[in-house]
């Protein structure tokens, strides 16, 4: 693709956008009076303007029904994340049978290892990537012990090649066969928090399933951001949070997906409670966990609908705008940001930035730039010129576009703000 850096040029990629006017349905903060150039919709996204509506609807029908309202509502609590399922499954490539909306993401993991960890006296081992999100990394290390296991023996973590600041693909397809014999589960983000990686989560899960080993992933980055056909993969397990890309609100509700060949499976152990229950007979209060077919016989407890509900109003936008045009405008928006990226950096000797997010394939809608010591004082200027970009220590600023509301005028002028530096 050649590009031009003007801001003519950049708004006629708008006018040429077919998702421009999903812009209008959310809020972009402001900065000093002026609408920012946000660009962490990676870490925390917009606010939908359906999430006032959506949220309005259940307040009155509390204030008005009390508990009637899980019978009686506009939406019955009592079936809630039935309305989300359909829309959630579509932006991950996944059958509904496979996919619920529950709990917090770190949460969700803890319980999708309960049934998907089982190490023994040969097969203890967890394969992963270094440095990996700082939850990812106590959650595995809380399940290693939690089952007796030593953190030193079982967590094997994959590195960036010498001098290199990502990993490498065949690094990990290596890494797996080396230790075939002795693993219980690979386990990777989808997109990398810190670098923006995308990791090739099909043959990352073929070649474990080569080896007879279980693949799973925490897609907290990559769901509504690049493309995920999850069921096509075969992937074991994964789960998200609604925050980030999915514009669902700070601490949302979150979302899991187990693969439709342990649908059926009764015997695999899981942490149990009343929603995961067979769903006729939930009410009958009985002994005895009946698990609901597929990834609904996880869910643990009822939904909690004043965060499901924000998350369904933005899964509905995503279900309007296609999660296809999404991924395809990301991928512009993302090599756009490139190169004005690369524009600023030859025409201002003083930025010394280095771009360590791979190319496409191996990237989504996020930049990482590795930064000098006056990484900080960059950041900074970013900040008092009105965008709202993301500091990772120690030296890293990441920037996110967003296809459902950023602009490519958006990022023209971040790379304007960044050559003037
Ligand atoms: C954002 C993020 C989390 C956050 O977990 P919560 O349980 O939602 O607080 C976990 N893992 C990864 C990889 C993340 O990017």
């Given at each position: 693709m050649t590009f031009e850096n003007s801001l003519n040029y950049a708004n006629q990629l708008d006018s040429n956008d077919i998702l421009r006017h999903f812009r209008n349905e959310f809020y972009i903060p402001e900065v000093n009076g002026k609408t920012s150039i946000y660009l962490t919709g990676n870490s925390l996204g917009c606010m939908p303007k359906a999430a006032e509506t959506a949220i309005q609807i259940e307040f009155n029908d509390w204030k008005n029904l009390g508990v009637e309202g899980h019978f009686k509502g506009t939406n019955p609590w009592m079936y809630y994340h039935h309305f989300l399922t359909d829309n959630a499954a579509k932006i991950i490539g996944a059958k509904p049978i496979e996919t619920v909306v529950m709990n917090q993401l770190s949460s969700n993991l803890h319980f999708l290892f309960v049934s998907f960890y089982r190490p023994t006296a040969k097969r203890h081992k967890i394969i992963m990537e270094v440095g990996a999100f700082p939850s990812d990394m106590y959650l595995v290390e809380s399940q290693v012990k939690y089952h007796g296991f030593n953190l030193a023996d079982s967590i094997i973590e994959v590195k960036p090649r010498k001098g290199e600041h990502t990993i490498s693909h065949q690094d990990i397809i290596d890494t797996i066969e080396e230790h075939q014999n002795e693993l219980a589960l690979v386990y990777f983000s989808g997109v990398q928090y810190y670098t923006g990686q995308v990791f090739n989560i099909k043959e990352i899960t073929e070649k474990a399933h080569a080896c007879g080993v279980i693949a799973g992933f925490d897609l907290a980055h990559a769901v509504g951001n690049i493309e995920l056909k999850l069921n096509e993969w075969h992937v074991d397990f994964?789960?998200?949070?609604?925050?980030?890309?999915?514009?669902?609100?700070?601490?949302?509700?979150?979302?899991?997906?187990?693969?439709?060949?342990?649908?059926?499976?009764?015997?695999?152990?899981?942490?149990?409670?009343?929603?995961?229950?067979?769903?006729?007979?939930?009410?009958?209060?009985?002994?005895?966990?009946i698990p609901s077919k597929g990834a609904q016989g996880w869910q643990v407890s009822n939904a909690a609908v004043l965060s499901m509900c924000v998350h369904k109003a933005s899964l509905e936008i995503f279900a309007k705008a296609g999660i296809e045009n999404i991924t395809a405008k990301g991928k512009q928006?993302?090599?756009?940001?490139?190169?004005?990226?690369?524009?600023?950096?030859?025409?201002?000797?003083?930025?010394?930035?280095?771009?360590?997010?791979?190319?496409?394939?191996?990237?989504?809608?996020?930049?990482?730039?590795?930064?000098?010591?006056?990484?900080?004082?960059?950041?900074?200027?970013?900040?008092?010129?009105?965008?709202?970009?993301?500091?990772?220590?120690?030296?890293?600023?990441?920037?996110?576009?967003?296809?459902?509301?950023?602009?490519?005028?958006?990022?023209?002028?971040?790379?304007?703000?960044?050559?003037?530096?």
């Open positions: 994964a789960a998200w949070c609604s925050y980030k890309y999915l514009n669902s609100g700070p601490g949302s509700v979150g979302g899991i997906y187990v693969n439709e060949k342990y649908a059926n499976d009764d015997t695999l152990p899981r942490f149990a409670g009343w929603w995961g229950h067979d769903e006729d007979s939930r009410f009958k209060m009985l002994k005895g966990f928006l993302n090599a756009y940001l490139q190169y004005v990226i690369e524009e600023a950096l030859n025409a201002n000797p003083k930025l010394n930035l280095q771009i360590i997010t791979p190319d496409y394939p191996e990237r989504g809608c996020q930049i990482s730039m590795l930064t000098d010591e006056n990484g900080k004082a960059l950041f900074d200027y970013l900040t008092d010129h009105g965008v709202i970009a993301d500091w990772r220590n120690p030296n890293v600023i990441r920037v996110a576009p967003v296809a459902l509301y950023s602009s490519f005028a958006d990022v023209f002028e971040f790379g304007h703000i960044l050559k003037n530096y």
